[in-house]
């Protein structure tokens, strides 16, 4: 059995908490402002990121999401919302593709993974690392970081989560994942940044819509990765959601 790094924070309802391709540190911050809210928060690492191994035998974003429905059954969750960034959001979809009885709702958060005319995802692969962040945020000076004074550990933890996240999603879309999506029959938020560039708001009514009931929700002001630029807006509409019968 592949070995899951997590982390495990709070107490309450549990949400399943999962982070895209910038890795742990990206989601770390706002687990433990939800965990702050009353409610259990599970972190987990996917194999290769974050300075952990990646066994041979996980290559797919399915994978991950089959790792992620036996940790649920290994930690004996019920009632869980699992909430997923960029790959995460992807990996959120997944899971709920395969109907475990112990989740309850999805939050997909400026997910990847879909095919939509005309809204390409951007090229991930083929850009640097400040070209990156410069589409990821509504304000990208706000997180400007020089990649050239990270530490060679630092320099060697990207390197790993950039190989990792070519492995699991080289072209960041699955061609048959839009069709599959209307087989979901949980409640599902799908949340979006309105100056998401990664991935445009387009693109995000577009992946709504392919999920039966899926509610959507822009958030002004806010790039690819809410969770960092704007925590409070939310943080505002997950717990509106999970509140919601």
Known sequence: MTSITYTDAGSGRPFLLLHGGGGPLTVAAFAATLAATGVRV???????????????EVTSVPQLAALYAGLLDELDLHDVIVVGNSIGGWIAAELGLLASPRVTKLALVDAVGIEVSGH???????????EVAELSYHDPARFAIDPTTFTLEQQAVLAGNRAALAVYAGT????????????????????????????????????????????????PETGHLPQLESPQRLLDVLTGFAGRS
């Open 42 to 56: 599970v972190t987990p690492t996917h194999p290769g990121f974050g300075g952990t191994a990646r066994p041979d």
């Open 120 to 130: 390409p995802v951007a090229d991930f692969f083929s850009l640097t690392f400040p």
């Open 172 to 219: 960041m879309t699955d061609a048959s994942l839009r069709t599959r999506l209307s087989a979901i029959d949980v409640p599902t938020l799908v949340v979006w940044g309105s100056a998401d560039r990664i991935v445009d708001a387009d693109y995000g009514r577009a992946f709504a819509a392919a999920i039966p009931g899926a509610e959507f929700a822009l958030l």
